[in-house]
């Protein structure tokens, strides 16, 4: 074990008393003048000595008063302030159900005519905490035309109020990767998700895989409506998934079909509008199970495992 400089000034200092105790023994056998000056020496360097360990006592509890105090500080912080440390604080991901736009086009004669075909897909969205400015990134693949980045800002917005979280110190890297180019309304109605993956990084919790939603986020956390259900719905069962979550204001769902009458042998076709429960609907045609959302509370009581 290493002595310490105070332990060895004060072992030097008990050795000046003993020599002061002995000259004062010799004084007191024979007075000489000599010996009282020695004496006098010992008696200011064993001051002087003293003076010294005192000092050394006073700056050695200063730095332990300190300790202590940035000690009592850390430990008394929030715990849902995750900022101190390095690399990757929190991480978490769950696929979304997108419609993906195919594009062809026919000539006939000099005429070029474009055909728009949409269909459900699934989006890997993931999430990445790390030490940074307060940034939200968003990282999307292939290179896209869509406005994942206000929904991005909103759900982590969200996700702070909910945990009580300061995520000032850290950048939030969302990566959004897909089959193809979504258009630009599945910016928006990935916001519930990308709110849900935040939430999990930071409580370092896991999410139901087996389990998809679609829905914008509101600053309030509400969750609201969205377009492409059916397409949305299939492509969630097809990647196996077993449940999905919809918002309640897509409770209606509803249908345009042509409607044809006949007047006096002439055939006449109008648009017919029909309206059926969303869940009800989704559920006899594809099989997977639909359950409504109002907020993100609903979101997270069925997605956190």
């Known amino acids: 074990m290493k002595t310490s400089l105070p332990n060895i000034l004060l072992i030097i200092s008990l050795a000046l008393n ?9 004084l007191l056998v024979g007075y000489s003048p000599g010996a009282t000056n020695q004496l006098n020496e010992l008696r200011q ?54 419609v993906m736009s195919t594009v062809t086009y026919s000539r006939q004669g000099s005429i070029v005519f474009q055909h728009i075909t949409q269909n459900g897909t699934m989006m890997d969205v993931n999430v990445e905490i790390k030490p940074g400015e307060g940034r939200v990134l968003v990282e999307t693949r292939p290179l896209m035309g869509v406005v994942f980045q ?41 916001g519930a998700l990308m709110t849900a993956v935040v939430t999990a990084a930071i409580e370092n919790q896991t999410l139901n895989q087996s389990v998809t939603l679609t829905g914008t986020i509101n600053p309030d956390g509400t969750v609201g409506a969205i377009g492409g259900v ?28 042509t409607g044809g009458r006949n007047f006096f042998g002439m055939a006449t076709n109008r648009p017919v509008t029909q309206t059926t429960d969303a869940k009800e609907y989704i559920e006899n045609q594809t099989g997977i199970q639909v359950r409504y959302v109002r907020n993100i509370s609903d979101v997270l009581s069925v997605v956190l495992e």
């Open 150 to 190: 206000d929904a991005a800002n909103t759900a982590v917005s969200v996700a702070e109020n909910i945990t009580g979280a300061d995520l000032s110190a850290n950048d939030v890297i969302f990566s959004i990767h897909a089959p193809g180019e979504v258009p630009q309304i599945d910016g928006p109605s990935a």
């Open 18 to 26: 003993v020599l002061l105790a002995i000259s004062l023994g010799i």
């Open 45 to 98: 360097k064993n001051s002087d000595l003293l003076e010294q360990i005192a000092g050394y006592n006073l700056t050695i509890s200063q730095y332990l008063s300190q300790i202590d105090f940035y000690r009592n500080r850390f430990n008394g912080s929030s715990s849902a302030n995750i900022s101190p440390g390095s690399g990757i604080l929190g991480t978490a991901g769950l696929q979304a159900p997108a």
């Open 230 to 257: 059916t397409d949305k719905a299939q492509a969630a069962r097809d990647s196996g998934k077993l449940l999905l979550l919809l918002p309640e204001d897509n409770r209606i769902l509803s249908f345009t079909t």
